[in-house]
Structures are given as C-alpha cells and as structure tokens.
C-alpha cells in the first residue's frame, strides 16, 4: 500500500496535514502529530476536536506528510478510520511528545481533556520527489 | 477575515497543504506553492491535474499553512475557488519559482503543460500557536 520509496516518511518527526469533511461535507485540514504501528497511521485527539465529530460522521480522511528535510518529497495517504480508542492515561499522546519533543508528558494537557487514538487504515497512497 | 496574527503566513515561503473533494466526495490533499494578492490565496495547476477536476467539479477547499520557522504555529483557510485562469505565459508559476527557489523560469515545466492560477477567497480561517 505504501510505496516503499516513501515509507521512511511514515516514522520521521514530519506532521501530517489531516484532512476531513466538516458537517456539510467541505474538506477542513490542520497539521498533526502521528506514528505508525506497521499498518495504521495513528494520531492523536481529544474527544471534543471538531476533528473528532467529522471523523465519527465520515471516516474518509487524507494525510499529506512533507519530508522534513526536504519539502519536494511527499506522501499522501488516503483511507478511513477504522477506531477511535480511549487513551485514558495518555500513553499514546505522551509517546508522540517522547518522539517529538523529547519530553515524558505531553506538556500542553488541559485538565479535562479527554484524549483518544485515532486509527487509519491506509487504502492508497500518492508521492511525489 | 485572516486574523492579524497570523497574516504574515500568508507572505513567507511556507507550503500550504490543499485539501480538496475527489469524484466520490473523499478528501484529497497534497502540498503546494502559493501567494497572496491581498484578498485571495493562489496556487498554480496544470490543467490535467485531478486537484483542478475536483475544484471544478466542488469549488469547496481547505489550505493548511505551518510556519516554516515554527512548526507549532499554523493557518488554516477555508473558501472556495473563484476563478482558475489561463496563466499562458507562466508568468504566474514564474513569480512562484522566483518567491521559492530563486529561480527565474519554473525548472520543471514539462512540454505540453498548461497552467492555469487558481484563486481561493477565503470565507473562514482557524490558527494555533
């Protein structure tokens, strides 16, 4: 599914600009923090997100991922999410910010957010450079 | 419209992560060059691209911008495609090689490229950072 040409994208510290359709099907984008478990591209949300809602009414959902060392090659994945789990003691947003930003805890928590781990299941995939 | 805070986004030489609706109404997104004319947002297309089928076939888009000198600080624009011109001279995707890579001519003009510049009016926009 994934191009191995592009696969080293999928464990870098890049951000992936995750697509999604708001209520009236309009494409919304914003830039997130992921990893990949060797088949799904997870990130990382509070269960208020916006984001979340359009994923719990259509799961379609596209990544595009820059090379951080190189803005000319990318990855596209286009798929749908195929779980949102609980994360209930933020083990997987406190791994993000171990790869990310080097710290234990995810330092930008607010009291009562409630975090969940999206997955997506990569059904195509486009690359360029 | 743009928040003041966040306008110069709209001036550096960052990437803007364009999502847009493929045939089936699933997200598409891929990253592009783009300036700012005061009142939209424009990329530069060739005419056979299916991101320029899609955007005459659903005007509805959403660009994602992160600040090149910090990634934690971004622009999302959401609006709608106004025009999409003739760019017959290139003069366009010239100006964008120029902005980018200080380059006179665009260096990866292919023959038999149409261009086109596709103008954004942006009609709501979100920030973080």
Redesign the interface.
């Given at each position: 599914m994934i191009p191995e040409s592009h696969a080293d994208l999928l464990s870098v510290k890049g951000?992936a600009?995750a697509?999604?359709?708001g209520p009236d099907?309009?494409?919304?984008?914003?830039?997130v923090w992921y990893d990949w478990d060797g088949a799904h591209l997870k990130f990382s949300q509070t269960r208020t997100r916006q984001k979340l809602h359009n994923l719990e009414r259509d799961p379609?959902?596209?990544?595009?991922i820059?090379d951080p060392e190189n803005?000319y090659r990318?990855l596209?994945i286009?798929g749908r999410v195929v779980a949102i789990d609980d994360d209930p003691d933020n083990a997987f947003i406190d791994s993000l910010a171990q790869k990310y930003i080097d710290q234990e805890h995810y330092p930008w928590h607010q009291p009562g957010d409630e975090r969940v781990v999206v997955k997506v299941l990569p059904e195509h995939a486009?690359t360029?450079g």
């Open positions: 951000f600009h697509a999604t359709l099907g309009a494409p919304q984008s914003n830039p379609r959902i596209a990544l595009s820059t803005p990318y596209e286009r486009t360029m």
